[in-house]
């Protein structure tokens, strides 16, 4: 076996161990008590856990059996999760990017305003349908009875 199949092997046994946890952390997640919030990750968490264990699953064994259909399986299937993460991550990353936050004058806190986040947040949260499960999340977290009190510092409502 050459060096580039043990240097792939033992690279997709290291991501074949590193996917356990992503599954235990989708199963931990789907023990938790019904919740909104849990509900719209936990199956994409064990979904991914799933998809990295059978791909470095085949990249391994393509990599020490030398089979040549199964590294080029496994080639195809990490180039389109590794894609797929990425076009993720720069999609969380736009949408959040803008925080709706202003400078209050006179004051040492930001204000904020949903005009200023991004147009497909804005058009997410104020559907009604969505707007129902994030009032679900909010109130599960108990943060809104918080809000309610009268803070007379910032440290105060930032403690609360």
């Known amino acids: 076996m050459g060096v580039s199949n043990n240097i792939t ?18 199963i931990w997640l789907d023990q938790k008590p019904e919740n909104a919030c849990v509900h719209l990750i936990r199956w994409p968490v064990i979904l991914l856990g799933f998809l990295i264990l059978l791909v470095s699953l085949a990249g391994f064994v393509g ?7 199964l590294l080029a399986f496994y ?7 590794i894609a797929l993460l990425l076009i993720l991550l720069v999609f969380a990353f736009v949408v959040t990017r803008p925080d709706g936050s202003y400078d209050v004058p006179g004051k040492g806190y930001k204000e904020y305003r949903l005009d200023g986040y991004s147009a497909w947040l804005r058009d997410h949260v104020v559907d009604n349908k969505s707007w129902r499960k994030i009032r679900a999340c909010l ?20 403690a609360a």
């Open 9 to 26: 092997a033992v690279l997709n046994i290291v991501a074949l161990l590193c996917s356990i946890p992503i599954i235990a952390a989708g």
């Open 63 to 69: 990599a020490y059996r030398y089979k040549e259909t």
């Open 75 to 81: 080639l195809c299937c990490m180039a389109i999760l």
């Open 139 to 158: 109130a599960d977290t108990g943060v809104c009875p918080k809000l309610t009190q009268k803070f007379i510092t910032a440290d105060q409502f930032f």
